[in-house]
């Protein structure tokens, strides 16, 4: 079973930047599809970036692109998302999330298996 745990949130100004960490454990992880979610108050649950490990492909919100970039390190059996030119509507919890198996929707959250706690990120305008 893999565990995921979400760290790097916090309070910054508008045009700043954070970077999200979601550690992972499982033996298999590093293959997994992996992907960040965000969930702003009293806002549904909104796909924000995904990266798949077999093709070296990366996914992103058009609300994020240029501004967002998730990576991963194998060997640290990690992901991360850099959140660059930050805007007071990027605030949310956000949530890393992986699966096992690609299905080619990595923007539903329903085919994510595992999930973290989430992380708090608040932009201040």
């Known amino acids: 079973q893999v565990q995921l745990v979400e760290s790097g949130g916090g309070l910054v100004q508008a045009g700043g930047s954070l970077r999200l960490s979601c550690a992972a454990s499982g033996r298999t992880f590093s293959t997994y599809l992996k992907a960040w979610f965000r969930q702003a108050p009293g806002k549904e649950l909104e796909f924000v970036a995904a990266?798949?490990?077999?093709?070296?492909?990366?996914y992103y919100a058009d609300s994020v692109k240029g501004r967002f970039t998730i990576s991963r390190d194998n060997a640290e059996n990690t992901v991360y998302l850099q959140l660059n030119s930050l805007k007071p509507a990027d605030t949310a919890v956000y949530y890393c999330?992986?699966?096992?198996?690609?299905?080619?929707?990595?923007?539903?959250?329903?085919?994510?298996?595992?999930w973290g706690q989430g992380t708090q990120v608040i932009v201040s305008s």
């Open positions: 990266s798949r490990w077999t093709t070296d492909s990366t």
């Open positions: 999330a992986a699966v096992r198996l690609y299905t080619g929707r990595y923007y539903d959250a329903r085919e994510y298996d595992y």
